[in-house]
């Protein structure tokens, strides 16, 4: 079993910044795959980026160039610094960690954290 804990969201205004963390316990926190996702009101949850446990990335366009995600094994921790937020990045954002490659999918993730608000202001 993994729990994972998100913090680091918040209210922003267009242009800032925020750093999301996803602390994770449990088991090898390294074996796993690791995966942002979001949902905004009304809306499905989306895909926004992912991490292999060798570091390959993967972004949804949406954020492609202005969010990175990375991820330190030795704190269990994986990151989603965001730049340059636009009021449609405002969502609940969601960790989430596979035992498989992460993909865009989210029914292939096994474990989720509760999430965390970010709201961008225009």
């Known amino acids: 079993q993994v729990q994972l804990v998100e913090s680091g969201g918040g209210l922003v205004q267009a242009g800032g910044s925020l750093r999301l963390s996803c602390a994770a316990s449990g088991r090898t926190f390294s074996s796993y795959g690791m995966g942002w996702f979001r949902q905004a009101p009304g809306k499905e949850r989306e895909f926004v980026a992912g991490?292999?446990?060798?570091?390959?990335?993967d972004y949804a366009d949406s954020v492609k160039g202005r969010f990175t995600i990375s991820r330190d094994n030795a704190k269990n921790t994986v990151y989603l610094q965001m730049n340059s937020l636009k009021p449609e990045d405002t969502a609940v954002y969601y960790c989430a960690a596979t035992l498989g490659i992460p993909t865009r999918i989210d029914s292939l993730y096994h474990y989720w954290g509760q999430g965390t608000q970010v709201t961008v202001s225009s």
């Open positions: 991490i292999t446990w060798t570091d390959s990335t």
